[in-house]
């Protein structure tokens, strides 16, 4: 008996080692398979190859003795440049070929997993080579009352944190059944190596794959992080954050100068008109989207819910007893600086004021969310909804904050208001914006929608912190998005920079603009120097993430001390969802 039991011993060790061993790369392929997309009966398997090959298929069952082929498409926008990290390096702004193969396995059963490998076929050197994925598994929409993990995460961006945020989810909940992913996916996202293969070795697929290869040194100590085997067995639902959006195309300047340079749709139609007498009307489409943003890449990679007022863009899926109406609500980021030679939030360059054209018209809403607009009265419509009414839990996830002590929820959401100053000559003195926090779109129009339909919790980012919030009408708020390139949270001195140029905008310094009080973490908050609890985390240092347990309907956060990379993961907030909304 006690041999037995040592041999059994063994045995789990070698389990347990061989799972958590790091997966480095084994083929060709630039991404694992991933899941996208499931419904009652089928899912969705998407990769991408960096060559075009043959007999792209997944074979799946208990003994993979079924096969369905691949529908293989090429993403039509993603490039390279000077400052892509990859071996070779780039000269000068590069199309890069990437092929995207995607599967719909057919024919399943409701909380059944089942194995699956992606294969594709390429040609080496005149002779055909298949080349192979592990084995995974996958599974249809979970039934309604079935117990699920779901990590909320976002703002990766290639951060320094999120390899080992990622290992360590794996590492403390094991295998999760979703992601949700508030937006900011990548940094640039046109370009290719951020998504798949950057040299760095953390890029957005590598990390939520278990394949990346980040070196983190903290204290002289370096650590190498793997990241998480998560999507490929697990789900993707992403939102759109503002790197999920590009500016002007070019193939002549760098990307980042691209990312940098969204214009409004408004200005270049009326630039279209004055430059192309010809009106035709795809013609049209393309020049204006080359000539203002566009979200092109980000809606190519993912195979997500369409719907006729917004495509890709804005979604509702069921999985199990949640309801998640994923929205559009983002904006460009600018800098705050208020330095003459600079273009940001609040004003134009000063050595600009002449040529519109270089003009960044502050930060511009990419998607209305206001009353009335196409996103809101599809919103409208998905709250009324039989699906979403019978839904247990109720979420709604969408990028830019509606409640923070982070610093991009000011100046309020809504759509920057030009000051133009003229000198005594009547020549252009400066381009301001303003922004009245009576009109922030977010609390005049989408929250009263939300309350009124009794969502239960609002998921977001974009501050780059862990803060969280409740209203008197019951909804809980959560910003989980620490990863390693923080800026802080605006308390005591350290306020938000903002201009005091006109007296009629209050724009908030510290604390919560919309006016609530931050929870302190309910189990083990961090402290400050004076041992007071803090409500918040905003480090570059500890990182952050969030579980979603539909069994109990808790929301746990925890994190973890990368200055001490043999340190526990602590839990320090904990949450309950799906009680009663007062309405």
């Known amino acids: 008996m006690a041999a037995f039991l040592l041999l059994a011993a063994i045995a789990f060790i070698i ?104 294969i594709s076929v390429r040609d080496n050197d005149g002779k055909t080579e298949e080349v192979k994925s592990d084995i995974f598994s996958l599974a249809s929409t979970p039934k309604p009352g079935t117990p699920l993990k779901i990590l909320l995460t976002s703002d990766h961006q290639l951060m320094p944190l999120t390899a080992a945020n990622l290992q360590k989810v794996v590492e403390t909940v094991g295998r999760v059944d979703a992601v949700f992913f508030a937006g900011d996916l990548v940094n640039i996202p046109d370009r290719a190596s951020e998504w798949f293969d950057d040299s760095r070795g953390g890029a957005f697929f590598p990390c939520l794959q278990g394949r990346a290869n980040y070196a983190l040194e903290k204290n002289g100590v370096k650590t190498i992080y793997h990241g998480g085997e998560l999507i490929q067995h697990a789900p993707l639902f992403p939102a759109i954050g503002n790197h999920e959006v590009m500016g002007r195309f070019s193939m002549e300047t760098p990307l980042n100068d691209q990312f940098d340079d969204s214009f409004p749709r408004t200005q270049a139609e009326k630039y279209y008109q004055t430059t192309n007498p010809e009106i035709d009307s795809q013609a049209k489409e393309n020049w204006i989207k080359n000539n203002s943003f566009n979200t092109d890449t980000y809606e190519e990679i993912f195979s997500l819910p369409q719907n006729s007022s917004g495509g890709k863009k804005y979604y509702a899926v069921t999985f199990g007893n949640i309801r998640l109406v994923v929205l559009y609500v983002t904006n460009m980021w600018r800098s705050p600086s208020l330095a003459p030679k600079d273009r940001g939030r609040y004003k134009e360059s000063e050595q600009d004021l002449n040529n519109p054209q270089k003009w960044g018209y502050g930060q511009i809403i990419f ?98 912190l862990w803060n969280r919030f409740v209203s008197s009408s019951g909804i809980h708020f959560l910003e989980s998005s620490n990863v390693g390139n923080t800026y802080g949270a605006h308390i005591g001195e350290n306020r938000r920079p903002i201009p005091t140029d006109n007296p009629n905008l209050d724009y908030v310094a510290l604390g919560d603009p919309n006016g609530l009080e931050p929870v302190v973490p309910t189990i083990a908050p961090l402290l400050d120097e004076n041992g007071r609890s803090l409500p918040y985390i905003a480090s570059n240092d500890i990182t952050v993430f969030s579980i979603l347990d539909t069994s109990n309907g808790t929301v746990s956060s925890y994190y973890f001390d990368t200055r001490q990379p043999n340190s526990e993961v602590v839990k320090f907030d904990e949450f309950a969802i799906g009680l009663s909304v007062h309405r």
């Not at 083929?27 to 997309?37: E, G, I, T, V």
């Not at 490039?79 to 092929?99: A, C, F, L, M």
């Not at 995607?102 to 490998?117: F, M």
């Not at 809504?414 to 303003?434: Q, W």
Request: net charge neutral; no cysteine.
């Open 367 to 464: 998607e209305p969310i206001a009353k009335g607009s196409n996103q809101y009265r599809w919103l409208e419509e998905e709250l009324q909804s039989q699906e979403f009414k019978q839904a247990k839990y109720k979420i709604v996830m969408f990028h830019h904050p509606v409640h923070t002590l982070g610093g991009n929820i000011v100046p309020p959401y809504t759509d920057p208001i030009p000051r133009l100053e003229y000198t005594s000559d009547g020549s252009l003195k400066s381009v301001r914006y303003d922004y009245p926090r009576k009109n922030d779109y977010i609390i005049r129009d989408l929250m009263p929608i939300l309350e009124s339909a009794g969502v239960q919790f609002v998921y977001y980012g974009h501050s780059h």
């Open 15 to 118: 389990v347990v080692s061989t799972r958590e061993s790091p997966r480095m790369a084994t083929s060709f392929f630039l991404s694992d398979p991933f899941l996208q997309m499931p419904t009652e009966n089928s899912v969705r398997v998407v990769w991408f190859t960096d060559f075009e090959g043959s007999n792209h298929r997944v074979i799946y069952g208990n003994s993979l003795e079924l096969s369905a082929e691949a529908t293989t498409t090429k993403l039509s926008r993603v490039r390279e440049d000077k400052n892509s990290k990859v071996t070779p390096g780039y000269t000068q702004t590069t199309k890069r070929d990437i092929w995207r193969h995607e599967v719909e396995v057919t024919g399943l059963t409701p909380n059944r997993r089942v194995p699956y490998q992606a």
